[in-house]
């Protein structure tokens, strides 16, 4: 029997990595015949799934008085969001409630109601918001902190973790407290990890092992399509980069570094750091910057590549930017931090450098362009290893008998 699924994401378009799971989820489910519902906030760049009109009203942090209050109410849990998460159950009635990134902008609520109503909840962590009330085990200066993994999350308040500023800070804390660590686990059935590495961090803070699963995201099938019609051997001599132009992807340490080396780099992607970037580096005649791209123009840009960069200086947990380019066949030189050493797992799909080395970054860059690579091998067991299949069989299981 085919279950019925209710997928919950904050956003519903591509924004980021969640969200584009969550998306390719919603098709491979109903390819297999499961009927599917979707629930996110009201965003004016969202897709349309069908269930628009149950969305959560939408909610904003950085406005009015009057709209921080209403955001905060939507934080913990309280006001319409209840309403909203009733209608959706009453009228669809699911037997697996599926979460994805869901604080904030709409609440563990959702979890909670579902749990109520007999569903089993499913919920893939995307980042480590469980365990650190910032979300990204990063302190105010961006560097790797784990404080609050393991033991109280006052260290949120205390350094001003959320852009560097008490109020959101001591909201992420009464967060934190209000959906803590046994509420969460009691309204959960399984925690999707997608990497090791986020299982042994939830593990650290206390978490219950036998609730947590380790699944490697899934290439989606619209994109393998478009993988598997490009030429892996018809390489050019650049190297690329693919994603979030944000501090924690380690993008500046990578344009740094690309500035002072005689390769051709292209940069795919936008975020905050877009208009420094571009004042900083777009005189480099070696760099150039493409802006975002679309699902085709990505599969373009890597197949071509010689290899692609991922200089994470975060716990990156299971970026979706790897297993693309893996796909591709290109082999990726990645930070060794996060899920990203569990993907570049051996020298014949990549090289691996300390985050934030500029030095061991450069020179992985040169050994990169100096190493034949088989681009077909490195293709073929990407392809199978984030096949949609593999991914399939293993979350039926999660989803239990119904």
Known sequence: MKQRVLIVNKFYYPRGGDCIVAMNLERMLKEHGHEVAVLAMEFPENVDSGWNSYYASQVAFDSSLLNKLRATTRLMGWGNINRTVEKILDDFKPDVVHLHNIHSYLSPVVAKLAKRRGCRVVWTLHDFKLMCPAYSCLDSEGKLCELCVGGGKWHVVSNKCIKGSLAPSLAAWLEALKWNRRLLSRYTDVFICPSQLMASKMQEDGFDAAKLSVVCNFLSPAMGELLESMDSDAREDYYCYV??????????????????????????????????????????????????????????????????????????????????????????????????????????NGLLFAPGNESQLASAITRAFETTWNNSEIKRCAMSQFSVQAYYHKLIELYGNQ
Not at 252 to 268: N, Y
Not at 314 to 319: I, K, L, R, S
Not at 330 to 336: L, M, R, Y
Request: charge should be neutral; proline fraction near 7%; glycine fraction near 10%.
């Open 243 to 348: 994603g979030r132009l944000s501090p924690e992807k380690g993008i500046d340490t990578l344009l740094q570094v690309a500035s002072r080396l005689p390769f051709q780099l292209k940069v795919a992607g936008d975020g905050p750091l877009s208009l420094m970037l571009h004042e900083k580096y777009g005189h480099a005649g070696n760099i150039q910057f493409l802006g975002r791209c679309d699902a085709h123009q990505v599969a373009q840009l890597l197949s071509k590549a010689r290899f692609s960069v991922m200089p994470s200086e975060c716990y990156d947990n299971n970026p979706l930017a790897v297993i693309e380019s893996l796909c591709t066949g290109t082999p990726v030189v990645g930070a060794s931090t996060g899920g990203i050493p569990e993907l570049i797992t051996t020298c014949s």
